[in-house]
């Protein structure tokens, strides 16, 4: 007896006398496996089918109409091979049983034991190649279908592992519309498109599948029509994505505000976006004769081909793109390889140009800034000691000139005392300029009477005219509001400065000063000025220059004073303000500065002039002062002005902030703190008074008397907790009302 294979077995017969002849039969064979045994198809049907067993040995009766129809149902139903066991010999059964699914036949009572297992080894074999076939057909998704033509239906059983009855009933009617099409005499190849039934559109779920019609030897339909159906739908997800991505990236190439573009390892392009296009300077129609390589910079661009041609990573390289044009384009370049097989790789091209070009500025202003600093400090530090001298000289010659002096001595005086304004105003001219340009100034919006102003200044300019033959005269429009709002230092400072020019440029005829109204709108007004002289007049071709710092009139008979800051530092002033300045001059006749400002109409109060405001103090005059100075000079000048003013008043000088606090008392009416000094600066003795001990010391009015012009800028001086200052060198009558004024403010509190 040959060995057999282990296998299970199924038997399902209605007859136990028969069930188990058959299992004796199969023992006495040596049956090697597993034997189960159910009354009848239905049964087995009802329960859930084990898929373990690989043969069915199953009785179909005599009559089998109604075992045919369970025995479809069960073939359906299992991958085994089913093996029909009829009592009759009829073919037509046979074949009935064949057609219900069943893989073979045999007839009871005529087969021996023997006979039954070769039957068995046999049909385990096909079942493993059935097996084998159904695993292929899950896992291409591909099954067989035929189609009766004389019964007009289409048959799916082996098709229904991946179909649910909705989608074979609608593939059926599909693949009938297609087998008329397949007359051609070639295969014919049809896609269905199915849509699951979901309540939501979004939830709807497409399916797709392949049909595939056998060929026709003729143009008439055969009795049977063979073909197979395949679930394509996953290859077409899959298709739709990769069409999806590749459109993204269509999207992308094409929109990028990159240079994106496909080459060779050699530089010969395949294709380039737009903004590649753009970087290169070269046309679409002009990429089959380019060669991308050659823009390439030759400094950078060396040891990048380099890497290209090694197939190096390349990732944000700056390189300069040499366009068609001679222009450059800075550009951060990454290469990215299709595989270390392939010559072809990715360039993506980040245009920096503007970035460096930013970066350049930025840097540029950085260096602005840093030699705008460098400039203050060292125009601050040539002021300050450069006002530490003058202010020794001009106090000196104060001094001085107030003494029993011959008429020659007091010439030489006059001369040196001149001289020396004339330097501070050149210094002022210098600071003005400086800070201006710097945005250092801070513009003022306070009350202030514009026929005071305008009246002070002829008045000043008077003193300037006693040698020569000219008038200066003074319009203002009545229908100008007399109280205005605005700077009054700064309008006051451009209005002299362009008066002064036109008395210094006239030696005969006429000054007029005009203030006009140009318009009003609610609480604004447009306020018009003028100054016209008779004076020598400006070229055409200067009318500009002018302007510009440190430009001189010249003439040729004389060159005049001055720095050629004056006219600047006047339009910085009214351009910052808002309005502009422009001139109208012819030689020999003269010349006429216009500029206009918008002002604020004043609070309907009364303006107080220095002499009323003065009338209001109460004169108390102080007993005890202490001078914070290092300067022995200015010390001398300080302590001579005091004494003159107040013959009385108790001095006391401290050379530096430290021994300034070591000799403070709550006596003392006043502090003249210089800032600059050794051992202790004014700053660090100012804290440390106020934060001294003694109450009454904390309050002490503290006068900064310094040679920082800076100090007057906007309110600098409070934040460091001064009640006020005097700038050297100073004006005596300046120091004395400031010393009262304090003075006074103090006694009030007390």
């Excluded at 390189?319 to 390889?337: A, H, M, P, Q």
């Excluded at 060159?559 to 050629?564: M, V």
Aim: proline share 2%; with cysteine; glycine share 6%.
């Amino acid at each position: 007896m040959k060995k057999r294979n282990t296998i299970d077995i199924l038997i399902i017969d209605e007859s136990a006398a028969d069930a188990r002849l058959l299992q004796i039969m199969l023992k006495d064979g040596s049956f090697v496996g597993n034997i189960t045994s159910s009354p009848n198809i239905q049964s087995v049907l009802n329960n859930q089918l084990e898929q373990s067993h690989q043969i069915i040995l199953v009785d179909i009766g005599l009559f089998p109409e109604s075992k045919l129809q369970q025995l479809l149902l069960l073939t359906q139903k299992t991958d085994a091979y089913t093996i029909a066991i009829s009592s009759s010999n009829d073919k037509k059964l046979n074949i009935d049983a064949l057609k219900a699914g069943a893989d073979d036949f045999m007839v009871k009572g005529r087969f021996s034991s023997e006979e039954l297992l070769d039957k068995i080894e046999f049909t385990l074999i096909k079942y493993q190649h059935k097996k084998q076939l159904h695993w292929a057909q899950r896992m291409s998704l591909l099954a067989p279908w035929s189609y009766n033509s004389s019964q007009k239906q289409v048959d799916l059983s082996q098709a229904l592992f991946f179909l649910n009855k909705a989608q074979a009933s609608y593939l059926a009617l599909e693949i009938e519309s297609a087998i008329s099409d397949a007359l051609t005499g070639k295969i014919c190849q049809k896609e269905i498109q199915y849509v699951l039934a979901g309540n939501d559109d979004v939830l709807k779920e497409k399916k797709y599948y392949l049909v595939t019609i056998e060929n026709f030897k003729d143009k008439a339909i055969p009795a049977v029509v063979k073909g197979t159906i395949q679930d394509i739908s996953e290859r077409k997800k899959a298709n739709e994505r990769l069409e999806e991505t590749h459109q993204k990236y269509m999207d992308i190439f094409a929109n990028s505000s990159d240079g994106i573009y496909l080459s060779t390892i050699l530089g010969l392009p395949k294709e380039c976006n737009k903004s590649g296009l753009e970087i290169f300077d070269i046309k679409d129609k002009d990429i089959p004769n380019s060669n991308l390589h050659h823009f390439f910079d030759k400094k950078n661009g060396h040891s990048v081909l380099i890497d290209i041609g090694h197939k190096k990573t390349i990732k944000n390289r700056e390189i300069e793109i040499i366009r068609k044009d001679g222009t450059i384009r800075n550009c951060l370049l990454s290469v990215v390889y299709f595989s270390n097989e392939s010559d072809m790789y990715t360039g993506i091209l980040r245009d920096i140009t503007e970035r460096k070009i930013a970066e350049k500025i930025k840097q540029t202003r950085i260096l602005e800034m840093e030699s705008n600093q460098l400039k203050e400090q060292f125009i601050a530090a040539i002021s300050h000691e450069m006002r530490t001298p003058m202010n020794a000289i001009i106090g000196l010659s104060n001094l001085l000139l107030d003494t029993t002096l011959n008429d020659e001595q007091r010439g030489y005086l006059k001369s040196i005392h001149h001289s020396s304004e004339q330097l501070l105003g050149i210094l002022n001219d210098i600071l003005d300029i400086s800070s201006l340009k710097n945005g250092q100034i801070v513009f003022e919006n306070k009350n202030f009477d514009i026929h005071d102003l305008l009246q002070n200044i002829v008045h000043n300019l008077s003193y300037k005219t006693p040698d020569k033959d000219v008038v200066i005269e003074l319009y203002i429009d009545p229908d100008l509001p007399k109280i205005l709002k605005g700077d009054k230092l700064r309008i006051n400072q451009i209005l002299y400065n362009l008066a002064g020019n036109a008395v210094k440029f006239t030696d005969k005829g006429s000054v007029k000063i005009n203030c006009n109204l140009l318009g009003q709108s609610g609480d604004t007004v447009l306020v018009k000025f003028s100054i016209a002289d008779t004076g020598i007049g400006i070229p055409k071709e200067k009318h500009d220059a002018i302007f510009e710092s440190f430009t001189r009139i010249k003439h040729k008979e004389r060159i005049f004073e001055g720095t050629g800051l004056g006219l600047a530092i006047s339009k910085n002033l009214i351009e910052q303000q808002g309005g502009k300045i422009w001139v109208t001059s012819k030689i020999g006749v003269g010349s006429t500065f216009f500029f206009d400002l918008v002002l604020e109409i004043g609070d309907n109060i009364q303006v107080q002039n220095k002499e009323e405001a003065n009338s209001n103090i109460v004169i108390v005059n102080p007993k005890r002062i202490m001078i914070v100075e290092d300067n022995k000079m200015n010390q001398l000048v300080a302590r001579k002005l005091l004494a003159k003013r107040w013959p009385e008043l108790d001095i006391i000088v401290a050379n530096n902030g430290q021994e300034a606090l070591d000799l403070v008392d709550e006596d003392f009416d006043v502090i003249l703190m210089d800032l600059y000094m050794p051992v202790m600066d004014g700053y660090a003795a100012t804290k440390a008074l106020r934060q001294h001990e003694n109450p009454n010391i904390q309050t002490l009015p503290i006068l900064a008397m310094t040679a920082d012009a800076q100090i007057q800028e906007g309110d600098k001086y409070l934040q460091y907790d001064l009640d006020g200052f005097i700038v050297k060198p100073f004006d005596p009558g300046l120091l004395y009302e400031k010393i009262l004024t304090h003075l006074n403010r103090t006694h009030e509190k007390r």
